[in-house]
């Protein structure tokens, strides 16, 4: 099982952005969509719902409640988000414990973009983007 704190590390190298900023208070979107999959899988490998908030710098656990309540939400606005939590879980599943302290890096990387104003026009529009 891998530690909340690694799924952290192997999201932010698959990513591209960094861990603080993951674990920052910006509310944009695909910071909050990695922050979708972290809990997804972090659930996913048995951790507590205030386990995972407090490895992600939140208040509490309504934080996590709240994030997966609005996961389809977010995979209709990325759709490489299920790939990313598939990659993740692996990844989390294969990598021994302390992958911070090696020098490993994802052979695949995503790159989650946030969407485009139209787009986010249009999903408002359809009643789907809060």
């Known amino acids: 099982m891998a530690r909340v704190a690694d799924i952290i590390t192997i999201a932010s190298r698959m990513s591209g952005i960094s861990e603080h900023a993951i674990k920052g208070d910006r509310r944009w979107r695909h910071y909050s969509a990695i922050r979708c999959a972290i809990y997804q899988v972090a659930r996913d490998n048995q951790h507590s719902y205030p ?38 879980s692996l990844y989390a599943a294969q990598l021994p414990a302390f992958v911070a302290d090696t020098d490993w890096t994802p052979p695949v990387s995503f790159a989650l973009r946030r969407p485009a104003r139209r787009r986010m026009a249009r999903l408002t529009e359809w009643g789907l983007a809060a």
């Open 51 to 88: 386990q995972m908030a407090r490895a992600l710098n939140r208040r509490d656990h309504s934080s996590a409640l709240s994030v997966l309540r609005h996961r389809k939400l977010y995979e209709t606005l990325f759709p490489q988000l299920p790939a990313f939590c598939e990659a993740l």
